[in-house]
T-cell receptor
Framework: GENVEQHPSTLSVQEGDSAVIKCTYSDSASNYFPWYKQELGKGPQLIIDIRSNVGEKKDQRIAVTLNKTAKHFSLHITETQPEDSAVYFCAASIPPAGTALIFGKGTTLSVSS | DAGVIQSPRHEVTEMGQEVTLRCKPISGHNSLFWYRQTMMRGLELLIYFNNNVPIDDSGMPEDRFSAKMPNASFSTLKIQPSEPRDSAVYFC????????????FGQGTRLTVV
């Protein structure tokens, strides 16, 4: 079955720096890769997603890249702000259903001012 | 829309008792998912439904766990009998369809079995 590895598990940056989180997946049939942000005491919230027919997607300070050949995808956050501090999860769809997801173990991002 | 609504938010129960977690998906969404979150295992998919029909329950850890979706606006996850290792945060999520659409998560139910 699908397996998703996520690195690093913790990431500390200074405000204004960039943050990069990387994930790999095992099932080449996966075709949907969302990223979720989870704040303390809340459910995960989608911040950006990418489908397998796209190599890169950007939304303001957040971008995601996908390399299907290598089976890895990354989240890039530029100009980090203290409110970006949270746990970030990558996920990959479980074939054949597109929205049932396997999650990575999460990255705790801390942005200090 | 109020989003995905889960109840209760917190549940403390004694080992051996039956526990029922409830979920109301977003109106119009056809897919519903139950996840469990623990420090050790992260977010795990337990079961999901399409149009109220269970599609894949391979993530349900044991026969003690069962889930139902009697109609499009309500689902339950039941644990009977509960054990301390079931302590976790249980999330319900819904999406418009099962094909590559955003899954919206509820606030979760924090279950503690003592």
């Amino acid at each position: 079955g699908e397996n998703v590895e996520q690195h690093p598990s913790t990431l500390s940056v200074q405000e204004g720096d960039s943050a990069v989180i990387k994930c790999t997946y095992s099932d080449s049939a996966s075709n949907y890769f969302p990223w979720y942000k989870q704040e303390l005491g809340k459910g995960p919230q989608l911040i950006i997603d990418i489908r397998s027919n796209v190599g890169e997607k950007k939304d303001q300070r957040i971008a995601v890249t996908l390399n299907k050949t290598a089976k890895h995808f990354s989240l890039h956050i530029t100009e980090t702000q203290p409110e970006d501090s949270a746990v970030y999860f990558c996920a990959a769809s479980i074939p054949p259903a597109g929205t049932a997801l396997i999650f990575g173990k999460g990255t705790t991002l801390s942005v200090s001012s | 829309d109020a989003g995905v609504i889960q109840s209760p938010r917190h549940e403390v129960t004694e080992m051996g008792q039956e526990v029922t977690l409830r979920c109301k998906p977003i109106s119009g969404h056809n897919s519903l998912f139950w996840y469990r979150q623990t420090m050790m295992r992260g977010l795990e998919l337990l079961i999901y439904f399409n149009n109220n029909v269970p599609i894949d329950d391979s993530g349900m850890p044991e026969d003690r766990f069962s889930a139902k979706m009697p109609n499009a606006s309500f689902s339950t996850l039941k644990i009977q009998p509960s054990e301390p290792r079931d302590s976790a945060v249980y999330f319900c999520a819904s999406s418009l369809s099962a094909q590559n659409t955003e899954a919206f998560f509820g606030q979760g139910t924090r279950l503690t079995v003592v």
